[in-house]
């Protein structure tokens, strides 16, 4: 158990329908990403907070997207209007400073039917 | 955008044996490069890691060797066993920027 945890573990869900998961990270981390895993493939990055401020969102990162973390604590991700497409493993992972050591959670598996 | 390359998709060994797991990187201004190791079911979780000033790191079985001029690193695993099984992960971070960048990954099987 690395010390980061994610719930839902997994998320079963009808195309158009919105989804969130949530994150609670190591809490004295200040850097909190999230990562989109698919069948095969390395994570790919989402977006990182430090503390409450948002500070880079990727390009795979859609309008249907948004990631919130209050109070610089655990943090939400939201997928509206889902598509077949948005089926991944979604990570999360905290560290300290400069992001160099992440620890990641077991992830939320998302299926979209 | 692949910014970092890593070959085999997957590769079997004997246990025992040694297996080489190579990435390569476009990208110089990358100055720490970590490796992850990710059983199914679980994140991936850091495994050893190497800054580009030195050649060569060891920890424990794992050992990284770092070629700057040709912008390739390598992950080996000495003495491999079958719990070493799982999907390894080569990545890149640099320090202008705050997020790791993963390769394609390395399905490992060893076998008894």
């Known amino acids: 158990d690395t010390g980061v945890s994610q719930d839902p573990r997994h998320k079963i869900t009808k195309r158009g329908q919105n989804v969130t998961f949530r994150c609670d990270p190591i809490s004295e981390h200040n850097r909190l990403y999230w990562y989109r895993q698919t069948l095969g493939q390395g994570p790919e990055f989402l977006t990182y907070f430090q503390n409450e401020a948002q500070l880079e969102k990727s390009r795979l990162l859609s309008d249907r997207f948004s990631a919130e973390r209050p109070k610089g604590s655990f943090s939400t991700l939201e997928i509206q209007r889902t598509e077949q497409g948005d089926s991944a493993m979604y990570l999360c992972?905290?560290?300290?400073?400069?992001?160099?050591?992440?620890?990641f959670g077991s992830g939320t598996q998302l299926s979209v039917l | 955008q692949q910014q970092v390359k890593q070959s085999p998709q997957s590769l079997i060994v004997q246990k025992g044996g040694i297996p080489i797991i190579n990435c390569a990187y476009e990208n110089t201004a990358f100055d720490y490069f970590p490796w992850y190791q990710q059983f199914p079911g679980k994140g991936p979780a850091l495994l050893i890691a190497?800054?580009?000033?030195?050649s060569e790191k060891k920890e424990g079985r794992f050992t990284i060797s770092f070629n700057k001029s040709a912008k390739q690193f390598s992950l080996h695993i000495m003495d491999s066993q079958p719990g070493d099984s799982a999907t390894y992960f080569c990545a890149a971070l640099y320090s202008s920027a705050s997020k790791i960048i993963f390769g394609s990954g390395t399905r490992l099987s060893i076998r008894p």
């Open positions: 190497i800054r580009p000033d030195v």
């Open positions: 992972a905290s560290s300290q400073n400069r992001g160099e050591k992440l620890f």
